[in-house]
């Protein structure tokens, strides 16, 4: 892909730096949700039925983590204009709590790094830190990723 066309309302690499943090809009999760979602891409006992999860380690309906990543996912978007797009290029999830019926979900991303390419100099690299809560404060995941960044056309 060559670089995108300048776009004034999409950030470039140019119009990052280390340390900038973004919070996201807020995503509320239901039951109906957690249980849809589990069906088609994760179908375990405890994520599928209120009884049963209540024997199971969550003590009680937990939503997929792939579920979190999904609305995580979606609410960076929304909120991080990247020109040509959100492109992760592999990093390191992780959820602490479970994201319960009735959560409602935000996510903050704060840049780490930023590294032009010195082979591609359209582009270069980010690293970036997300980490989505509830409404109590609680981290139901972090994720830790390299994405794609590219550089602001002359």
Known sequence: MTSPVADANKLYLDDLSVGQTFTTGTH?????????????????????????????????????????????????????????????AGGELQWPAPTRPGDILQATIEVLELTPSKSRPERGMGVVRITTRNQRDEVVQTFRVKVLLWRRPA
């Open 28 to 88: 509320r999760i239901e039951p109906g949700a957690i249980k849809d979602f589990a069906a088609e891409f994760d179908p375990q006992w405890f994520h599928l039925d209120e009884d049963d999860a209540k024997d199971s380690f969550f003590g009680g309906l937990a939503a997929s983590g792939w579920h979190t990543a999904g609305i995580t996912m979606r609410l960076v978007v929304e909120t991080l204009p990247l020109a040509g797009g959100v492109i992760g």
